[in-house]
């Protein structure tokens, strides 16, 4: 599924020297479909496709980063430490943090975090809406923190699977000279 990846992988790195831009990829080792069963079970929940097929590229990742990570707020990229696409190993506790914070009254779990954005003290991170569970995926929000879930649910879906918010993160940067976040518009350097 992920035949297209390092192509995008590529195109962006041009773009990014040109615009003398120093972020990079990191990427792990394969999942194993144990790997993938073992954190779906501790989850209680179904992973979508198109993301079980990421992790079996890459167990995890993080994409346009920097080597080391700063955190100075006058940074074109507020801090350059990257998209952090959570591994199996690293889902379930961070989907737990998230969970504290995030699951509202009816105790009743409607995402699941996948991805933490690294913005200064924001918080803010990418999840599966699990209500909307069709052909094996699920829809992807923007999570705010500034919000909860419905208003995530409501106003913040920003892909159709995981698949296509991948596809348009690296676009953004490919053919708009944008930051990665394509949901938030801003240039890539200023």
């Known amino acids: 599924m992920h035949t297209w990846l390092p192509k995008k992988i590529e195109q962006a790195q041009q773009v990014l020297k040109a ?76 989907n737990y943090y998230q969970d504290k914070v995030y699951v509202e009254d009816d105790g009743e779990k409607k995402y699941i975090a996948f991805c933490y954005l690294g913005y200064v003290n924001t918080g803010d991170f990418c999840s599966f809406d699990i209500t909307t569970f069709a052909n094996s995926e699920y829809k992807v929000l923007d999570s705010q923190h500034d919000y909860l879930f419905e208003e995530w649910h409501t106003e913040h879906v920003i892909a159709n699977s995981f698949e296509d918010w991948l596809i348009k993160i690296f676009d953004e940067v490919t053919q708009n000279n944008g930051r990665p976040e394509y949901w938030i518009p801003s240039p890539l350097q200023e």
């Open 19 to 94: 615009q003398n831009v120093e972020l990079g990829f990191k990427f792990n080792a394969p999942a194993t479909q144990n790997d993938i069963q073992r954190c779906e079970e501790e989850l209680g929940f179904v992973l979508p496709d198109s993301y079980k097929e990421f992790l079996k590229f890459s167990n995890g990742a993080n994409i346009f980063c920097s080597d080391e990570p700063s955190f100075e707020i006058n940074s074109p990229w507020w801090t350059n430490s990257g998209v952090l696409i959570q591994s199996t190993s690293a889902l379930v506790p961070f």
